[in-house]
């Protein structure tokens, strides 16, 4: 272990153990089984043994970046899962998490060896492990589409059950453990992805656990100046910050002691990505943080909680408006402590959490916890406060169900995973306590309440008085909202006012479902002014089959609806559109005659004065002039090749080889519109113009054939443009590989080159 690793896992003792690296599989498994027995009641190991021996062959030829086998990784994932003390069936998903997607065994046979309910958790974890959230752009309409469905999808897993994020919450950990030995874009790429998505879904799960060490290594690989910076300037004057920290302990220790209640007392730093986002948002050096230092004491009942706060501010002077009582009312996750920070008698700021046991279980386990196995006693509320946790995946389940457009899910979303500023806490008339975003409005309360409230709220009381809508809620506010049946319903101005993505989220909806007649006149309105404009028959296009076809392809069960989303601007006219036309010139092609090719030719050509015509990209086409030409991407020709030019509408001529598999399975009546090209030079020799090429390899799958096949390409100072690989359960890869190259020659090369390489048994440039 690298000795930054060792420092993290010293001064934060809030994490799950880690192992060290490269230990053998023998070895992890046997801590594996350690760990479950733990917390286990059964001494059953048998469908955990059954499920490693099956890992171990099927991921045996495996091994990853790091060069261990492969198997080490399950095994990983599995101990972070015990050390989170969930039942057996999990931690069989975890070991067999990838088996399914990266060796030949089938979900059938996953089902048929360890049950239905082992197999729904790995075919889960399998397709989140598809979904890809890199490198997202909020302007890119088709990305962001893509990036909201994978999302969806997640959630979905998440609903179906929540094991499936767990397991890849610990995948993630791992791979974020391991992430060094990933290349460096990839190490930000993977980093950014974790910060974004995973960490805040372990923040809302509750686990802080996993949230905190996947915060820490994020901020090691996205940010590693300020974190190694961070790390020495902590480590510095480590033995003077234990000693002041065991200090405090003791002192604290003695006279929770002497006041009779039974505690258990810790100290520790807290972990790095709390102190590194406060120094950023409150832009102060580390000395300025108040809560560097934490004490935990942890007791066994709420009454015990409130009687240490008190035997603790009786001792140290506490510092006025950081105290927090998350018991009285826990966080949107159902964390609860007391918080307080307070001044040490050297005069350097502390911060102490007092909690119960069980309240500290649920914080480090958060959703994780309710898959304790000894909970008969209690089943009723464990019930209870797994629902209250799901809240928020219920949440968000409505909004897929309810918000059509993609950005505006998107939008909602990411405002939701990011919301961990502070909450402020407030109540209703009857003393019901209310727990919302710091900065919230007396709308953001009235939609807390309910959706009828919002939609007539025409005024709010604050305290017994009246207060403006854009007033600020603090803590212990006591909100009265006066409604009226004959209010018109919320404005549009009141979404620059609400700070809670609930609120946001509903008000849209009213006005979605309220104004829907005056979006759907306003929505044909812009469909016909657009084909008006762009010199589209409505006539043509308008007709229940491609109405149906834009109603498929973008998730409406009617056609108003669509009508009522161009009209709210959630789809663009022109999408729809041009959707449209795309069917209608589908349906009625053009069918020109042999004279009609020729007249086209010939009308191009008198202009040409019967000289060849020299394209930028090298082509000569005879007796045409000043007309567009282009590579056709279905064979990609290089210089050398034979080559044929096909005259399309509008688009010029499109060259093809004349072995491409469309031109040789081109209609008879379309082979008129074949023309003679030629390239400018005889392919031998190779200028500064680079041309895309792509081949397909066969080959028997083995270990490092893909690095050896990269090898051969950088030798010849080959860049890759994009590579996909396949490998069938027979053990046969196909690997589509695109590249640049001056010339056929160079392209005979490099075919060449690869068939010299172990396991390759055939080449075939690419065609479609």
Same mark, same amino acid.
């Given at each position: 272990?690298? /000795?930054?690793?060792?420092?993290? @896992?010293?001064?934060?003792?809030?994490?799950?153990?880690?192992?060290?690296?490269?230990?053998?599989?023998?070895?992890? %498994?046997?801590?594996?089984?350690?760990? @479950?027995?733990? *917390?286990?009641?059964?001494?059953?190991?048998?469908?955990?043994?059954?499920?490693?021996?099956?890992?171990?062959?099927?991921?045996?030829?495996?091994?990853?970046?790091?060069?261990?086998?492969?198997?080490?990784?399950?095994?990983?994932?599995?101990?972070?899962?015990?050390?989170?003390?969930?039942?057996?069936?999990?931690?069989?998903?975890?070991?067999?998490?990838?088996?399914?997607?990266?060796?030949?065994?089938?979900?059938?046979?996953?089902?048929?060896? $360890?049950?239905?309910?082992?197999?729904?958790?790995?075919?889960?974890?399998?397709?989140?492990?598809?979904?890809?959230?890199?490198?997202?752009?909020?302007?890119?309409?088709?990305?962001?589409?893509?990036?909201? /469905?994978?999302?969806?999808?997640?959630?979905?897993?998440?609903?179906?059950?929540?094991?499936?994020?767990? &397991?890849?919450?610990?995948?993630?950990?791992?791979?974020?453990?391991?992430?060094?030995?990933?290349?460096?874009?990839?190490?930000?790429?993977?980093?950014?992805?974790?910060?974004?998505?995973?960490?805040? !879904?372990?923040?809302?799960?509750?686990? =802080?656990?996993?949230?905190? /060490?996947?915060?820490? +290594?994020?901020?090691? %690989?996205?940010?590693?100046?300020?974190?190694?910076?961070?790390?020495?300037?902590?480590?510095?004057?480590?033995?003077?910050?234990?000693?002041?920290?065991?200090?405090? @302990?003791?002192?604290?220790?003695?006279?929770?002691?002497?006041?009779?209640?039974?505690?258990?007392?810790?100290?520790?730093?807290?972990?790095?990505?709390? !102190? *590194?986002?406060?120094?950023?948002?409150?832009?102060?050096? !580390?000395?300025?943080?108040?809560?560097? $230092?934490?004490?935990? !004491?942890?007791?066994? =009942?709420?009454?015990?909680? %409130?009687?240490?706060?008190?035997?603790?501010?009786?001792?140290?002077?506490?510092?006025?408006?950081?105290?927090?009582?998350?018991?009285?009312?826990?966080?949107?996750?159902?964390?609860?402590?007391?918080?307080?920070?307070? &001044?040490?008698?050297?005069?350097?700021?502390?911060?102490?959490?007092?909690?119960? *046991?069980?309240?500290?279980?649920?914080?480090?386990?958060?959703?994780?916890?309710?898959?304790?196995?000894?909970?008969?006693?209690?089943?009723?509320?464990?019930?209870?406060?797994?629902?209250?946790?799901?809240?928020?995946?219920?949440?968000?389940?409505?909004?897929?169900?309810?918000?059509?457009?993609?950005?505006?899910?998107?939008?909602?979303?990411?405002?939701?995973?990011?919301? $961990?500023?502070?909450?402020?806490?407030?109540?209703?008339?009857?003393?019901?306590?209310?727990?919302?975003?710091?900065?919230?409005?007396?709308?953001? $309360?009235?939609?807390?309440?309910?959706?009828?409230?919002?939609?007539?709220?025409?005024?709010?009381?604050?305290?017994?008085?009246?207060?403006?809508?854009?007033?600020?809620?603090?803590?212990?506010?006591?909100?009265?909202?006066?409604?009226?049946?004959?209010?018109?319903?919320? =404005?549009?101005?009141?979404?620059?006012?609400?700070?809670?993505?609930?609120?946001?989220?509903?008000?849209?909806?009213?006005?979605?479902?309220? +104004?829907?007649?005056?979006?759907?006149?306003?929505?044909?309105?812009?469909?016909?002014?657009?084909?008006?404009?762009?010199?589209?028959?409505?006539?043509?296009?308008?007709?229940?089959? *491609?109405?149906?076809?834009?109603?498929?392809?973008?998730?409406?069960?009617?056609?108003?609806?669509?009508?009522?989303?161009?009209?709210?601007?959630?789809?663009?006219?022109?999408?729809?559109?041009?959707?449209?036309?795309?069917?209608?010139? =589908?349906?009625?092609?053009?069918?020109?005659?042999? /004279?009609?090719?020729?007249?086209? #030719?010939?009308?191009?050509?008198?202009?040409?004065?019967?000289?060849?015509?020299?394209?930028?990209?090298?082509?000569?086409?005879?007796?045409?002039?000043?007309?567009?030409?282009?590579?056709?991407?279905?064979?990609?020709?290089?210089?050398?090749?034979?080559?044929?030019?096909?005259?399309?509408?509008?688009?010029?001529?499109?060259?093809?080889?004349?072995?491409? &598999?469309?031109?040789?399975?081109?209609?008879?009546?379309?082979?008129?519109?074949?023309?003679?090209?030629?390239?400018?030079?005889?392919?031998?020799?190779?200028?500064?113009?680079?041309?895309?090429?792509?081949?397909?390899?066969?080959?028997?799958?083995?270990?490092?054939?893909?690095?050896? #096949?990269?090898?051969?390409?950088?030798?010849?100072?080959?860049?890759?443009?994009?590579?996909?690989?396949?490998?069938?359960?027979?053990?046969?890869?196909?690997?589509? @590989?695109?590249?640049?190259?001056?010339?056929?020659?160079?392209?005979?090369?490099?075919?060449?080159? &690869?068939?010299?390489?172990?396991?390759?048994?055939?080449?075939?440039?690419?065609?479609?």
């Amino acid at each position: 272990m690298a /000795e930054e690793e060792k420092r993290e @896992v010293v001064i934060d003792d809030g994490r799950i153990e880690s192992i060290e690296e490269f230990q053998t599989p023998e070895t992890l %498994y046997q801590e594996l089984i350690t760990r @479950v027995r733990k *917390y286990h009641p059964s001494d059953d190991i048998s469908l955990i043994e059954k499920a490693y021996n099956l890992a171990y062959e099927a991921h045996k030829e495996q091994v990853r970046k790091s060069g261990e086998p492969y198997i080490i990784h399950p095994l990983c994932v599995a101990i972070i899962l015990a050390d989170l003390e969930l039942d057996k069936e999990t931690i069989v998903a975890g070991l067999l998490h990838d088996v399914v997607e990266d060796t030949p065994i089938t979900d059938e046979e996953i089902a048929e060896r $360890f049950g239905a309910d082992v197999a729904l958790l790995v075919d889960g974890v399998t397709k989140l492990d598809k979904l890809n959230f890199h490198g997202i752009n909020d302007k890119d309409t088709e990305k962001l589409e893509r990036q909201a /469905e994978n999302l969806r999808k997640m959630f979905l897993a998440m609903a179906k059950d929540i094991r499936v994020i767990l &397991i890849k919450l610990a995948d993630r950990l791992h791979n974020m453990r391991t992430l060094k030995y990933r290349k460096p874009e990839k190490q930000q790429e993977v980093a950014r992805e974790t910060l974004d998505i995973y960490s805040p !879904i372990a923040h809302r799960l509750g686990i =802080s656990k996993i949230k905190v /060490e996947l915060d820490d +290594l994020s901020l090691k %690989y996205l940010e590693p100046e300020a974190y190694y910076d961070l790390v020495d300037k902590i480590a510095i004057r480590k033995s003077v910050r234990e000693k002041y920290i065991q200090a405090i @302990v003791d002192e604290v220790s003695e006279h929770i002691e002497h006041a009779g209640i039974k505690a258990q007392i810790d100290g520790r730093i807290k972990h790095f990505f709390s !102190i *590194y986002k406060k120094m950023v948002n409150q832009n102060k050096t !580390i000395d300025q943080i108040y809560d560097l $230092f934490a004490v935990r !004491i942890i007791v066994d =009942s709420v009454k015990d909680c %409130y009687a240490a706060l008190g035997v603790i501010h009786e001792m140290y002077k506490p510092i006025p408006e950081r105290f927090k009582d998350y018991i009285a009312m826990p966080k949107a996750n159902m964390y609860q402590s007391l918080h307080t920070t307070l &001044i040490g008698t050297s005069g350097i700021p502390f911060e102490i959490q007092i909690r119960t *046991y069980e309240m500290h279980k649920a914080a480090e386990y958060g959703i994780a916890a309710h898959w304790k196995y000894k909970r008969e006693s209690d089943g009723k509320k464990v019930e209870t406060q797994e629902e209250e946790k799901l809240v928020w995946l219920r949440q968000i389940l409505e909004w897929q169900q309810t918000e059509e457009d993609n950005k505006e899910f998107m939008q909602l979303l990411k405002s939701d995973l990011n919301l $961990f500023s502070d909450q402020v806490y407030c109540f209703t008339p009857t003393g019901d306590v209310k727990n919302l975003p710091a900065g919230c409005t007396p709308i953001d $309360f009235a939609y807390s309440i309910h959706s009828a409230v919002g939609n007539t709220m025409i005024g709010a009381r604050v305290n017994g008085k009246l207060v403006t809508i854009d007033y600020e809620i603090k803590n212990g506010d006591q909100i009265e909202i006066m409604t009226s049946q004959n209010s018109k319903g919320p =404005s549009r101005d009141w979404l620059n006012v609400v700070k809670s993505t609930q609120a946001k989220n509903k008000i849209n909806q009213w006005f979605k479902h309220q +104004l829907k007649e005056d979006n759907i006149v306003k929505g044909r309105e812009l469909i016909q002014n657009y084909c008006k404009a762009k010199g589209i028959n409505t006539q043509d296009i308008l007709i229940s089959k *491609y109405e149906e076809s834009v109603m498929q392809k973008y998730g409406f069960q009617d056609w108003d609806s669509v009508l009522a989303a161009v009209g709210h601007g959630g789809l663009k006219e022109g999408q729809i559109v041009n959707r449209m036309q795309e069917l209608y010139d =589908s349906d009625h092609r053009k069918v020109m005659s042999n /004279e009609d090719v020729l007249a086209e #030719i010939q009308e191009n050509a008198q202009f040409s004065r019967l000289r060849d015509k020299k394209s930028s990209s090298g082509i000569v086409v005879r007796g045409i002039h000043d007309v567009a030409v282009r590579f056709s991407k279905c064979c990609s020709p290089v210089p050398g090749d034979e080559i044929v030019g096909f005259v399309t509408r509008g688009r010029g001529i499109s060259i093809h080889r004349t072995d491409c &598999i469309n031109i040789m399975n081109l209609p008879e009546i379309d082979r008129v519109r074949l023309i003679d090209a030629e390239w400018q030079s005889n392919g031998e020799s190779e200028g500064d113009e680079k041309y895309t090429a792509e081949i397909t390899i066969f080959a028997n799958n083995r270990n490092g054939l893909l690095a050896d #096949i990269s090898k051969a390409l950088t030798e010849k100072d080959i860049d890759i443009l994009s590579l996909n690989t396949r490998v069938s359960k027979k053990g046969t890869a196909t690997m589509s @590989v695109s590249f640049e190259i001056k010339s056929r020659n160079e392209l005979d090369r490099i075919i060449d080159k &690869i068939r010299t390489i172990e396991s390759v048994l055939d080449i075939e440039r690419t065609t479609s």
